[in-house]
């Protein structure tokens, strides 16, 4: 492997897929050149175990106020509820799956730690929104801004706002923003009028994408009307059971 790596030219992969593909043309060469010898030892193997083995290490984390926790070097965040507990952790090579006691919560992605032992981070903006609406101004100093985005228009329209506004006024937008994307589940939408904006070349106005996203979803609510049936249907109801059985 270390060989293949030096002849490649360079340690990094576009994604996990890809990663995988090399390591199966590696061990696929390695296969095929001591194809004889593994034929002579397969008449010898034994049986293939009736269950499949474990293939993940199970650990256990503590959830900070910060609404996440480290793991080999990556920090992850879980929603606010779970600040405080103890969470078991199944760490497969690609995701972890999150357990409080026998109860499973979640599958997150596994996050890797960067170059020269800098932490990783694997971050969901709707875990901590409601934290940077308490604090706004946090959102300035975030290690992790960047990754807080879920889209590029998100980051553009903050580095937008930071140009032509106080840093206050700017990190309060934008967290109104994020919080706008997370409550009316508009990400997408959103994501597509900032692009606009920036198009156009303005900046969002808050005021007029609450208004236009907060009344769409107003109105996609259908009214339900529930009819009650009378007690005096119960009332009959029982009275028959009683003559039934009489």
């Known amino acids: 492997m270390r060989d293949a790596l030096l002849l490649r030219g360079t340690n990094d992969f576009d994604d996990l897929d890809s990663y995988r593909r090399f390591i199966d043309e590696i061990v696929g060469r390695i296969n095929a050149r001591n194809g ?15 269950q499949r083995t474990c293939d993940y290490e199970e650990t256990r984390v503590y959830v900070t106020t910060t609404c996440g926790f480290v793991l080999r070097k990556v920090f992850y965040t879980v929603p606010s509820r779970l600040i405080g507990h103890h969470l078991r952790v199944r760490l497969y090579d690609d995701r972890l799956e ?20 800098k932490h990783g981070h694997v971050i969901n903006y709707r875990h901590v929104i409601h934290a940077l609406r308490r604090k706004p101004m ?35 937008t934008m967290v109104e923003l994020l919080s706008l994307a997370h409550e ?11 692009q606009q904006c920036l198009d156009d070349g303005q900046l969002p106005d ?18 339900v009307n529930v ?18 059985s009489a």
């Open 206 to 223: 808050l005021d007029a994408l609450c208004s236009r996203f907060e009344a769409r979803r107003t109105n996609s609510i259908p009214d």
């Open 36 to 50: 004889k010898r593994i034929e002579a030892e397969r008449a010898l193997l034994q049986p293939l175990p009736a």
């Open 138 to 172: 946090a959102l300035l100093n975030l290690v992790y801004r960047d990754q807080i985005f879920p889209r590029e228009a998100f980051r553009l329209s903050f580095d937008r706002l930071l140009e032509q506004l106080p840093e206050r006024q700017a990190c309060r």
């Open 227 to 244: 009819q009650l049936a009378p007690l005096s249907d119960y009332e009959a109801l029982l009275d028959m059971a009683t003559e039934v």
């Open 98 to 117: 999150l357990f409080l006691g026998s109860t499973a919560l979640m599958t997150l992605q596994r996050g890797r730690a960067g170059p020269k032992g």
């Open 184 to 194: 009316h589940n508009c990400e997408a939408q959103l994501a597509q009028a900032l």
